[in-house]
Protein backbone atom coordinates (compact mmCIF):
# COMPACT_ATOMS: atom_id res chain seq x y z
CA UNK A 1 0.00 0.00 0.00
CA UNK A 2 2.56 2.34 1.10
CA UNK A 3 4.35 1.43 -2.41
CA UNK A 4 1.18 2.47 -4.44
CA UNK A 5 0.44 -1.25 -5.27
CA UNK A 6 -2.68 -2.00 -3.69
CA UNK A 7 -4.54 -2.71 -6.75
CA UNK A 8 -1.75 -4.52 -8.25
CA UNK A 9 -0.57 -7.09 -5.24
CA UNK A 10 2.16 -9.65 -6.44
CA UNK A 11 2.16 -13.39 -5.02
CA UNK A 12 5.64 -12.11 -2.86
CA UNK A 13 4.08 -9.55 -1.00
CA UNK A 14 1.93 -12.00 0.67
CA UNK A 15 4.74 -14.60 1.04
CA UNK A 16 7.04 -12.18 2.51
CA UNK A 17 4.36 -11.20 5.21
CA UNK A 18 3.96 -14.65 6.02
CA UNK A 19 7.77 -15.08 6.54
CA UNK A 20 8.27 -12.43 8.56
CA UNK A 21 5.73 -13.64 11.42
CA UNK A 22 6.85 -17.29 10.89
CA UNK A 23 10.47 -17.37 11.23
CA UNK A 24 9.93 -15.09 14.14
CA UNK A 25 7.28 -16.61 16.07
CA UNK A 26 8.36 -20.13 15.38
CA UNK A 27 12.11 -19.43 16.22
CA UNK A 28 11.28 -17.82 19.89
CA UNK A 29 8.46 -20.79 20.66
CA UNK A 30 10.89 -23.27 19.90
CA UNK A 31 13.43 -21.70 21.15
CA UNK A 32 11.87 -20.70 24.78
CA UNK A 33 10.61 -24.33 24.98
CA UNK A 34 13.79 -25.98 24.25
CA UNK A 35 12.54 -28.43 21.24
CA UNK A 36 14.26 -28.78 18.03
CA UNK A 37 11.86 -28.67 14.95
CA UNK A 38 13.30 -32.34 14.17
CA UNK A 39 10.51 -33.24 17.51
CA UNK A 40 7.74 -31.62 16.21
CA UNK A 41 4.88 -34.73 15.02
CA UNK A 42 1.89 -32.30 13.84
CA UNK A 43 2.02 -28.99 12.49
CA UNK A 44 -1.62 -27.19 11.44
CA UNK A 45 -1.42 -24.03 9.84
CA UNK A 46 -4.44 -21.43 9.26
CA UNK A 47 -4.75 -18.48 6.79
CA UNK A 48 -7.97 -17.98 5.97
CA UNK A 49 -6.97 -15.31 2.56
CA UNK A 50 -4.08 -16.71 1.35
CA UNK A 51 -2.87 -20.20 -0.30
CA UNK A 52 -0.29 -20.84 -1.79
CA UNK A 53 1.89 -23.41 -3.63
CA UNK A 54 3.91 -25.20 -1.73
CA UNK A 55 1.51 -25.03 0.92
CA UNK A 56 2.39 -23.07 4.21
CA UNK A 57 2.98 -25.53 5.85
CA UNK A 58 5.44 -27.13 3.58
CA UNK A 59 7.49 -23.73 3.76
CA UNK A 60 7.83 -24.58 7.53
CA UNK A 61 9.05 -28.30 6.88
CA UNK A 62 11.28 -26.58 4.48
CA UNK A 63 12.52 -24.06 6.25
CA UNK A 64 13.26 -25.91 9.84
CA UNK A 65 14.00 -28.92 7.77
CA UNK A 66 11.38 -31.03 9.74
CA UNK A 67 10.80 -34.89 9.28
CA UNK A 68 9.26 -36.55 6.71
CA UNK A 69 6.73 -38.61 8.49
CA UNK A 70 5.23 -35.08 9.68
CA UNK A 71 1.19 -34.88 9.95
CA UNK A 72 0.54 -31.41 8.66
CA UNK A 73 -2.32 -29.91 8.05
CA UNK A 74 -3.44 -26.44 6.39
CA UNK A 75 -6.74 -24.45 6.86
CA UNK A 76 -7.83 -21.48 4.83
CA UNK A 77 -11.40 -19.90 4.59
CA UNK A 78 -12.11 -20.53 8.16
CA UNK A 79 -12.02 -16.81 9.19
CA UNK A 80 -11.26 -15.63 12.96
CA UNK A 81 -12.26 -18.86 14.01
CA UNK A 82 -9.45 -20.97 12.73
CA UNK A 83 -7.54 -21.09 15.68
CA UNK A 84 -9.46 -23.22 17.57
CA UNK A 85 -10.68 -24.97 14.50
CA UNK A 86 -6.86 -26.29 14.46
CA UNK A 87 -6.53 -26.77 18.30
CA UNK A 88 -9.28 -29.14 17.78
CA UNK A 89 -7.34 -31.38 15.22
CA UNK A 90 -4.20 -31.11 17.09
CA UNK A 91 -6.65 -32.56 19.95
CA UNK A 92 -8.19 -35.26 17.88
CA UNK A 93 -4.55 -36.53 16.53
CA UNK A 94 -3.51 -36.67 20.51
CA UNK A 95 -6.38 -39.03 20.86
CA UNK A 96 -4.92 -41.55 18.77
CA UNK A 97 -1.08 -40.57 19.35
CA UNK A 98 0.37 -40.45 22.93
CA UNK A 99 3.87 -38.64 23.75
CA UNK A 100 3.74 -36.04 20.68
CA UNK A 101 4.53 -32.78 19.81
CA UNK A 102 2.55 -30.17 18.15
CA UNK A 103 3.01 -26.85 16.65
CA UNK A 104 -0.25 -24.56 15.83
CA UNK A 105 0.95 -21.59 13.87
CA UNK A 106 -2.17 -19.05 13.20
CA UNK A 107 -2.37 -15.80 10.86
CA UNK A 108 -3.75 -13.63 8.12
CA UNK A 109 -2.98 -12.35 5.10
CA UNK A 110 -3.95 -8.79 4.40
CA UNK A 111 -1.28 -7.96 1.55
CA UNK A 112 -3.02 -9.37 -0.90
CA UNK A 113 -6.01 -8.35 0.20
CA UNK A 114 -6.51 -4.61 0.41
CA UNK A 115 -10.17 -3.36 -0.96
CA UNK A 116 -9.79 -0.63 -3.22
CA UNK A 117 -13.37 0.35 -4.03
CA UNK A 118 -15.64 2.88 -2.49
CA UNK A 119 -18.80 -0.39 -0.85
CA UNK A 120 -18.62 0.83 2.84
CA UNK A 121 -19.55 -2.69 4.30
CA UNK A 122 -16.29 -4.09 2.27
CA UNK A 123 -14.23 -0.76 3.64
CA UNK A 124 -14.56 -1.92 7.43
CA UNK A 125 -12.38 -4.57 6.42
CA UNK A 126 -9.47 -2.37 5.41
CA UNK A 127 -10.71 0.01 9.03
CA UNK A 128 -10.88 -3.39 11.23
CA UNK A 129 -8.25 -6.17 10.14
CA UNK A 130 -4.23 -5.73 10.96
CA UNK A 131 -1.10 -8.07 10.66
CA UNK A 132 -0.10 -10.45 13.53
CA UNK A 133 0.57 -14.12 14.30
CA UNK A 134 1.11 -16.43 16.88
CA UNK A 135 2.91 -19.68 17.09
CA UNK A 136 1.79 -22.03 19.93
CA UNK A 137 3.19 -25.26 21.20
CA UNK A 138 1.37 -28.41 22.25
CA UNK A 139 2.10 -31.85 23.91
CA UNK A 140 0.12 -34.69 25.59
CA UNK A 141 3.35 -35.66 26.99
CA UNK A 142 2.57 -35.83 30.88
CA UNK A 143 5.71 -36.21 31.58
CA UNK A 144 6.44 -32.43 30.47
CA UNK A 145 3.11 -31.17 32.23
CA UNK A 146 5.02 -29.05 34.71
CA UNK A 147 6.79 -26.99 31.85
CA UNK A 148 3.21 -26.50 30.59
CA UNK A 149 1.20 -22.84 30.79
CA UNK A 150 -1.63 -24.05 30.17
CA UNK A 151 -4.46 -27.08 30.04
CA UNK A 152 -6.92 -27.90 27.74
CA UNK A 153 -10.17 -29.01 29.61
CA UNK A 154 -12.49 -29.10 26.81
CA UNK A 155 -13.79 -27.57 23.55
CA UNK A 156 -17.34 -27.23 21.30
CA UNK A 157 -17.25 -25.94 17.62
CA UNK A 158 -20.70 -24.53 16.53
CA UNK A 159 -21.31 -24.38 12.41
CA UNK A 160 -24.76 -22.62 11.20
CA UNK A 161 -23.24 -22.88 7.48
CA UNK A 162 -26.40 -24.79 6.63
CA UNK A 163 -28.40 -21.12 7.39
CA UNK A 164 -28.24 -19.38 4.42
CA UNK A 165 -28.64 -16.08 5.97
CA UNK A 166 -26.10 -17.19 8.51
CA UNK A 167 -23.88 -18.45 5.94
CA UNK A 168 -23.82 -15.13 3.66
CA UNK A 169 -22.65 -12.54 6.63
CA UNK A 170 -19.27 -12.58 6.14
CA UNK A 171 -18.11 -13.86 2.44
CA UNK A 172 -15.08 -13.00 0.01
CA UNK A 173 -16.76 -11.12 -3.00
CA UNK A 174 -16.48 -8.90 -6.06
CA UNK A 175 -18.33 -5.38 -5.78
CA UNK A 176 -20.18 -3.77 -8.89
CA UNK A 177 -16.81 -2.89 -10.34
CA UNK A 178 -15.39 -5.81 -10.01
CA UNK A 179 -12.80 -5.10 -7.26
CA UNK A 180 -12.26 -8.20 -4.69
CA UNK A 181 -13.07 -7.61 -1.12
CA UNK A 182 -14.78 -8.78 2.20
CA UNK A 183 -17.98 -8.21 2.48
CA UNK A 184 -19.48 -7.83 6.01
CA UNK A 185 -23.48 -7.90 6.28
CA UNK A 186 -25.62 -5.89 8.90
CA UNK A 187 -27.10 -9.64 9.72
CA UNK A 188 -23.68 -10.59 11.67
CA UNK A 189 -24.62 -9.17 14.90
CA UNK A 190 -27.65 -11.55 14.44
CA UNK A 191 -26.07 -14.40 13.10
CA UNK A 192 -23.48 -14.29 15.23
CA UNK A 193 -25.95 -13.84 18.36
CA UNK A 194 -27.32 -17.39 17.33
CA UNK A 195 -24.63 -18.93 16.70
CA UNK A 196 -23.42 -18.29 20.15
CA UNK A 197 -26.34 -19.26 22.27
CA UNK A 198 -26.13 -22.62 20.77
CA UNK A 199 -22.35 -22.68 21.79
CA UNK A 200 -23.46 -21.55 25.55
CA UNK A 201 -25.71 -24.65 25.24
CA UNK A 202 -23.40 -27.64 24.85
CA UNK A 203 -20.35 -25.62 26.41
CA UNK A 204 -22.17 -24.60 29.65
CA UNK A 205 -22.62 -28.11 31.55
CA UNK A 206 -18.73 -28.78 30.69
CA UNK A 207 -17.45 -25.37 32.53
CA UNK A 208 -20.20 -24.83 35.11
CA UNK A 209 -20.78 -26.10 38.65
CA UNK A 210 -23.36 -28.42 39.24
CA UNK A 211 -24.88 -25.95 42.17
CA UNK A 212 -24.59 -23.01 39.41
CA UNK A 213 -26.55 -24.88 37.12
CA UNK A 214 -29.25 -26.36 39.73
CA UNK A 215 -29.54 -22.52 40.44
CA UNK A 216 -30.69 -22.14 37.07
CA UNK A 217 -32.90 -24.27 36.44
CA UNK A 218 -34.71 -23.65 39.67
CA UNK A 219 -34.80 -19.63 38.34
CA UNK A 220 -36.10 -20.95 34.56
CA UNK A 221 -39.26 -23.09 36.34
CA UNK A 222 -39.80 -20.25 38.23
CA UNK A 223 -40.14 -18.09 35.38
CA UNK A 224 -41.94 -20.09 33.72
CA UNK A 225 -44.35 -20.50 36.36
CA UNK A 226 -44.85 -16.87 36.86
CA UNK A 227 -45.40 -16.47 32.91
CA UNK A 228 -48.33 -19.14 32.73
CA UNK A 229 -50.25 -17.67 35.69
CA UNK A 230 -49.83 -14.15 33.73
CA UNK A 231 -47.29 -12.29 36.06
CA UNK A 232 -45.61 -10.75 33.40
CA UNK A 233 -47.58 -8.87 31.02
CA UNK A 234 -47.78 -9.57 27.21
CA UNK A 235 -45.76 -7.29 24.89
CA UNK A 236 -43.72 -6.24 27.72
CA UNK A 237 -40.32 -4.52 25.77
CA UNK A 238 -37.62 -7.18 25.81
CA UNK A 239 -34.16 -6.06 27.10
CA UNK A 240 -30.92 -7.51 25.82
CA UNK A 241 -30.36 -11.24 25.45
CA UNK A 242 -28.42 -12.32 28.77
CA UNK A 243 -27.47 -16.09 29.79
CA UNK A 244 -29.42 -16.12 32.64
CA UNK A 245 -26.25 -17.81 34.36
CA UNK A 246 -22.87 -16.90 36.32
CA UNK A 247 -20.31 -17.67 34.40
CA UNK A 248 -18.03 -16.28 36.71
CA UNK A 249 -18.63 -19.45 39.00
CA UNK A 250 -16.49 -21.21 36.92
CA UNK A 251 -14.60 -19.08 34.92
CA UNK A 252 -12.57 -16.39 35.98
CA UNK A 253 -11.26 -14.89 32.81
CA UNK A 254 -12.93 -13.98 29.63
CA UNK A 255 -10.45 -14.24 26.01
CA UNK A 256 -12.82 -12.67 23.77
CA UNK A 257 -12.29 -12.42 20.20
CA UNK A 258 -11.46 -8.80 18.53
CA UNK A 259 -14.11 -8.87 15.73
CA UNK A 260 -14.96 -5.22 17.24
CA UNK A 261 -16.57 -3.20 19.71
CA UNK A 262 -20.08 -4.42 19.19
CA UNK A 263 -18.81 -7.92 19.01
CA UNK A 264 -17.24 -7.27 22.60
CA UNK A 265 -19.84 -4.86 23.74
CA UNK A 266 -22.25 -8.07 22.82
CA UNK A 267 -20.43 -10.78 24.78
CA UNK A 268 -20.36 -8.37 27.52
CA UNK A 269 -24.47 -8.18 28.03
CA UNK A 270 -24.71 -11.70 27.40
CA UNK A 271 -22.55 -13.11 30.02
CA UNK A 272 -23.11 -9.76 32.65
CA UNK A 273 -19.31 -9.18 32.29
CA UNK A 274 -17.58 -6.10 34.02
CA UNK A 275 -15.25 -3.54 32.15
CA UNK A 276 -12.57 -5.43 34.42
CA UNK A 277 -13.04 -8.96 32.01
CA UNK A 278 -13.54 -7.07 28.62
CA UNK A 279 -10.20 -4.97 29.26
CA UNK A 280 -7.92 -7.49 27.90
CA UNK A 281 -10.37 -7.55 24.30
CA UNK A 282 -11.12 -3.79 24.30
CA UNK A 283 -7.05 -3.00 24.70
CA UNK A 284 -6.41 -5.72 22.01
CA UNK A 285 -8.54 -4.47 19.82
CA UNK A 286 -7.56 -0.92 20.44
CA UNK A 287 -3.54 -1.11 20.10
CA UNK A 288 -3.72 -4.34 17.71
CA UNK A 289 -6.69 -4.47 15.57
CA UNK A 290 -8.60 -7.48 14.65
CA UNK A 291 -5.81 -9.83 13.62
CA UNK A 292 -8.20 -12.23 12.45
CA UNK A 293 -7.38 -16.29 14.12
CA UNK A 294 -5.15 -15.01 16.10
CA UNK A 295 -6.12 -12.37 18.12
CA UNK A 296 -7.28 -14.88 20.85
CA UNK A 297 -3.80 -15.49 22.22
CA UNK A 298 -3.00 -11.66 21.95
CA UNK A 299 -6.06 -11.49 24.15
CA UNK A 300 -4.34 -13.99 26.34
CA UNK A 301 -1.17 -12.62 25.72
CA UNK A 302 -2.75 -9.14 27.71
CA UNK A 303 -3.91 -11.17 30.67
CA UNK A 304 -0.36 -12.70 30.75
CA UNK A 305 0.85 -9.39 30.80
CA UNK A 306 -0.57 -8.10 33.17
CA UNK A 307 0.12 -10.96 35.61
CA UNK A 308 -3.84 -11.64 36.18
CA UNK A 309 -3.46 -15.91 35.19
CA UNK A 310 -2.77 -17.81 38.72
CA UNK A 311 -2.59 -21.21 38.77
CA UNK A 312 -5.84 -23.23 38.87
CA UNK A 313 -7.45 -20.14 37.24
CA UNK A 314 -9.92 -20.62 33.95
CA UNK A 315 -9.93 -18.64 31.07
CA UNK A 316 -12.95 -19.08 28.57
CA UNK A 317 -11.94 -18.67 24.94
CA UNK A 318 -15.00 -17.34 22.12
CA UNK A 319 -14.32 -16.94 18.72
CA UNK A 320 -16.14 -16.21 15.83
CA UNK A 321 -15.85 -16.77 11.88
CA UNK A 322 -17.35 -16.61 9.14
CA UNK A 323 -19.52 -19.42 7.63
CA UNK A 324 -21.05 -18.78 10.41
CA UNK A 325 -19.36 -20.56 13.32
CA UNK A 326 -18.79 -19.85 16.93
CA UNK A 327 -16.20 -22.19 18.72
CA UNK A 328 -15.10 -21.86 22.27
CA UNK A 329 -13.12 -23.64 24.81
CA UNK A 330 -11.97 -23.46 28.32
CA UNK A 331 -7.65 -23.62 29.53
CA UNK A 332 -7.01 -24.30 32.87
CA UNK A 333 -3.99 -22.36 34.25
CA UNK A 334 -1.04 -24.94 35.36
CA UNK A 335 1.26 -22.22 36.68
CA UNK A 336 1.51 -18.36 37.80
CA UNK A 337 2.15 -16.57 35.04
CA UNK A 338 3.57 -13.22 33.55
CA UNK A 339 6.61 -13.63 31.28
CA UNK A 340 7.26 -11.00 28.68
CA UNK A 341 5.65 -11.43 25.33
CA UNK A 342 4.53 -8.96 22.42
CA UNK A 343 2.98 -6.43 25.11
CA UNK A 344 6.32 -6.38 27.56
CA UNK A 345 7.58 -3.28 26.41
CA UNK A 346 4.14 -1.13 26.25
CA UNK A 347 1.77 -3.45 29.32
CA UNK A 348 2.21 -0.01 31.60
CA UNK A 349 0.55 2.53 29.15
CA UNK A 350 -2.70 0.25 29.09
CA UNK A 351 -5.36 0.97 29.80
CA UNK A 352 -5.13 4.31 28.36
CA UNK A 353 -7.02 7.07 29.93
CA UNK A 354 -9.12 6.87 26.52
CA UNK A 355 -10.25 4.95 23.81
CA UNK A 356 -11.35 8.16 21.65
CA UNK A 357 -10.00 8.05 17.67
CA UNK A 358 -7.25 11.17 18.03
CA UNK A 359 -7.85 11.89 14.70
CA UNK A 360 -11.47 12.51 14.83
CA UNK A 361 -11.35 16.46 16.09
CA UNK A 362 -9.36 17.01 13.15
CA UNK A 363 -10.72 15.05 10.61
CA UNK A 364 -13.85 13.93 11.60
CA UNK A 365 -15.85 16.50 9.15
CA UNK A 366 -15.27 13.99 6.32
CA UNK A 367 -18.15 11.95 7.96
CA UNK A 368 -20.63 14.71 7.13
CA UNK A 369 -19.17 15.43 3.62
CA UNK A 370 -20.99 14.08 0.78
CA UNK A 371 -19.43 12.52 -2.27
CA UNK A 372 -19.28 16.43 -4.49
CA UNK A 373 -16.37 17.12 -1.84
CA UNK A 374 -14.11 15.14 -2.92
CA UNK A 375 -14.47 14.66 -6.78
CA UNK A 376 -11.69 16.27 -9.22
CA UNK A 377 -12.68 19.26 -11.28
CA UNK A 378 -12.75 17.97 -14.83
CA UNK A 379 -10.09 20.90 -16.11
CA UNK A 380 -7.79 19.07 -13.80
Avoid at 148 to 171: I, N, P, Q
Amino acid sequence: MFDGREECPKLEDGISEMDEFLHDSIGKVLSRAGISPQQIDVLVVNVSMFAAAPSLSSRIVNHYKMRSDIKSFDLTGMGCSASLISLDIIRNVFKSYKNKFALLVTSESLSMNWYTGNDRSMILANCLFRSGGCAILLTNNKALKHQAMFKLKCLVRTHHGAKDESYSVCTQKEDDKGRMGFHLSKNLPKAATRSFVDNLKVITPKILPVRELLRFMAVSVVKKWNLRRGSAPKGAPQGPIKAGVNFKSGVDHFCIHTGGKAVIDGIGVSLDLSEYDLEPARMTLHRYGNTSACSLWYVLAYMEAKKRLKKGHKVLMISFGSGFKCNSCLWEVVRDLGDGNVWKDEIDRFPPKTLLNPYMEKYGWIQDEDLSTFKVPEEI
